[in-house]
């Protein structure tokens, strides 16, 4: 973030600290021949240790500038640009930190084409860079509820992960994926979407 104000506020203070310091070694040398340059030694250390807490403050303050992140990764952000200038709040999102060597993959699984899935289900995964490699993978997390996709669609947000005999891909990548639910029967495939048109035409 901007630190140029935070510097000045900083060398501000350590100059104030320092001239509190000198003021202070003058009174305790004055104070062996002064006994009213004596009673003013508690007043003088009183303004050391207010400088040194204010100094401490803007060094504070300048450290919390310098955003570090708990571990090394790679961060995703969309444009840089957008950033500059821009006031941001308390919590809000800015960039994501990702470690490439822990790849993750979301599946949006539409409404209309959910089965009963489960933590460990097949997943194969096909990029577009690379239609024919499948990349293999297990399910993670399935969620209970459907939210709406960047392009509207209704849809599961499951995760899954790849096997560790895997190549780690590239984060970021687009493609299709394949989830695999239960054995069902050959009847219940081919009519499992006509029967629910027909259970929601007629209310039963």
């Known amino acids: 973030m901007v630190d140029i104000e935070l510097k000045s506020n900083l060398e501000i203070a350590r100059r104030a600290f320092r001239i509190a310091e000198a003021e202070l070694l003058r009174g305790r040398q004055l104070a062996f021949s002064s006994q009213e340059d004596k009673a003013q030694l508690a007043e003088l250390t009183a303004q050391v240790e207010l400088r040194r807490a204010e100094m401490n403050f803007a060094q504070d303050q300048l450290t919390r500038a310098t955003v570090t992140a708990p571990n090394s990764g790679l961060i995703m952000l969309d444009d840089p640009r957008k950033w500059q200038g821009r006031p941001v709040v308390t919590g809000q999102q800015i960039m994501k930190l990702a470690q490439p060597q822990f790849v993750e993959v979301e599946v949006q699984v539409p409404v209309a084409d959910a089965v009963t899935l489960s933590e460990g289900s097949r997943v194969d995964v096909f990029l577009d860079i690379d239609p ?69 035409i007629i209310g039963v």
């Open 132 to 200: 024919i490699k499948r990349y293999r993978g297990e399910v993670t997390r399935v969620p209970y509820q459907s939210s709406l996709t960047e392009a509207g669609i209704l849809a599961y947000s499951v995760r899954a992960k790849l096997a560790a005999d895997e190549t780690v891909p590239r984060i970021g990548l687009r493609g299709s994926a394949r989830v695999h639910g239960p054995r069902t029967t050959l009847f219940y495939f081919l009519f499992r979407r006509p029967i629910t048109v027909l259970r929601q």
